[in-house]
């Protein structure tokens, strides 16, 4: 069962999907899939849509939802910045938490790319948050998002104070705003379990992030070891059915904590 819902953050009505059991008789697990740079609640290859009934048959409640400047919600992506990102995931999570079907004590945020970077300064200030799974996660932000931009992006950015990006207008406020998020410092904050899986070929973002995050979860005090997977040969966005599958499968496994499911990989 798929509801539209919107969401209104700040200035900007959110475009979101709830997935939710076809049956149940008691209050269900959430999850919140959140996208990535210039992303939407869609996915490439239709990823999150694919997620979000993977694990609705697997008896979750599943909200996908766009970020302002993104997808079908408000705004332009010339406004957008990881600190308004963050307010919306918390408008997000505020709404949530008060559907009667849902379990506001088992809330999961799942990122992809600089989704996994948002998800991980959110579940850092916010206790609502009780699992982080991370997909191909962004570590550090302003290397990251740079990279993928490129010097020349980067220097008319700098001189012009925007750049045009696949029809995606990138502004030097959002530049600069990366600089101010360091994710793999702030999920030492962070008390509840988190995994990684990471795509062994990602194209895009440096898979050492995922041991560069576990081992920073693994600096905490008094909670279980984290661990890295990987694909193997999966690009960034996990392009391919068997990709998908395995992504998923071993995301589940998690989930249901399945600890012979759970190959700790490290670099």
């Known amino acids: 069962m798929q509801k539209n ?68 919600s408000d705004g332009d992506y010339g406004d957008v910045t990881v600190t308004k990102q963050l307010r919306e995931v918390k408008d997000v999570i505020d709404y949530l938490s008060l559907i009667h079907e849902i379990d506001e004590d088992r809330v999961t945020l799942i990122g992809h790319s600089l989704g996994g970077a948002v998800a991980s300064l959110t579940a850092a200030k916010d206790s609502r948050v009780k699992h982080l799974l991370l997909w191909s996660p962004v570590g550090t932000p302003y290397e990251d998002i740079t990279g993928i931009l490129g010097p020349k992006a980067v220097r008319e950015i700098s001189k012009e104070g925007q750049h045009d990006y696949l029809g995606f207008m990138i502004s030097k406020t959002f530049i600069q705003d990366l600089k101010t998020h360091q994710p793999l410092e702030a999920v030492r904050s962070y008390t509840g379990p988190a995994h990684i899986i990471h795509a062994k070929a990602d194209e895009q973002i440096p898979k050492e992030h995922a041991v560069r995050y576990s081992n920073s979860f693994n600096k905490r005090a008094h909670t279980a070891a984290v661990y890295a997977q990987y694909i193997e040969s999966a690009d960034h966005t996990f392009s391919s059915y068997s990709f998908e599958d395995e992504l998923f499968s071993k995301s589940i496994a998690w989930l249901e904590g399945h600890p012979s499911d759970q190959i700790a990989l490290q670099l």
């Not at 209104?8 to 076809?22: D, K, M, Q, T, V």
């Open 5 to 72: 819902i919107t969401i209104r953050s700040g200035e900007n009505n959110l475009s979101g999907a709830l997935h939710l059991p076809e049956y149940t008789k008691t209050k269900i697990p959430l999850i919140i899939l959140i996208h990535g740079f210039v992303g939407s609640k869609v996915g490439e290859h239709r990823l999150f849509v694919k997620a979000a009934r993977y694990f609705t048959e697997r008896g979750y409640g599943v909200f996908r939802f766009d970020f302002s400047g993104c997808g079908e």
